[in-house]
């Protein structure tokens, strides 16, 4: 099984960025966290972030075929943006969306989210462990 774990734009920041909303971890460390627990679930992933929307979509179109699945924080653009959700629609592999923080509970429009209709579902609100849940919600969903 091979993941694809993309992570969107402003999130090469963490560890810096307002650490009391988004913790003191570093992508690098997320990324660490997500190998190990890919290697105990033997599993294959492969971390990609990028600050581009059209470059997320990129990633998306080239995933089927070679991923069996998408865990996806798509930080702002989650908000914003139709084309990632109809590159997930289009690349039709199962999708988790994870976010550091409660997108339910901060700002308004951050409660809306563009992608989570084409996911499996959304886990939000546990820092990096939302990235770990989410490796196994996706790890399980495709196993069944
Ligand atoms: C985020 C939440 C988004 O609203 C925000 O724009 C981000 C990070 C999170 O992981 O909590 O950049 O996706």
């Known amino acids: 099984m091979k993941i694809l774990v993309l992570h969107g734009p402003n999130l090469n920041m963490l560890g810096t960025r307002e650490p009391e909303i988004y913790g003191s971890l570093t992508l690098d460390d997320i990324n660490a966290a997500l190998s190990q627990l890919a290697f105990d679930l033997g599993?294959?992933?492969?971390?990609?972030?990028?600050?581009?929307?059209?470059?997320?979509?990129?990633?998306?179109?080239?995933?089927?075929?070679?991923?069996?699945?998408?865990?996806?924080?798509?930080?702002?653009?989650?908000?914003t943006s139709v084309a990632i959700r109809d590159a997930i629609a289009a690349a039709a592999l199962p999708a988790v969306e994870v976010h550091l923080s409660n997108i339910h509970s901060r700002e308004k429009f951050r409660t809306k989210s563009y992608i989570a209709?084409?996911?499996?579902?959304?886990?939000?609100?546990?820092?990096?462990?939302?990235?770990?849940?989410?490796?196994?919600?996706?790890f399980n969903h495709i196993k069944k």
């Open 43 to 79: 599993i294959e992933i492969e971390c990609f972030q990028t600050n581009s929307e059209g470059r997320l979509v990129d990633r998306i179109q080239s995933a089927a075929g070679l991923f069996d699945g998408i865990l996806i924080n798509p930080a702002a653009y989650t908000h």
């Open 117 to 138: 209709p084409m996911a499996i579902g959304q886990i939000c609100g546990f820092g990096a462990d939302s990235y770990l849940l989410g490796l196994r919600a996706i």
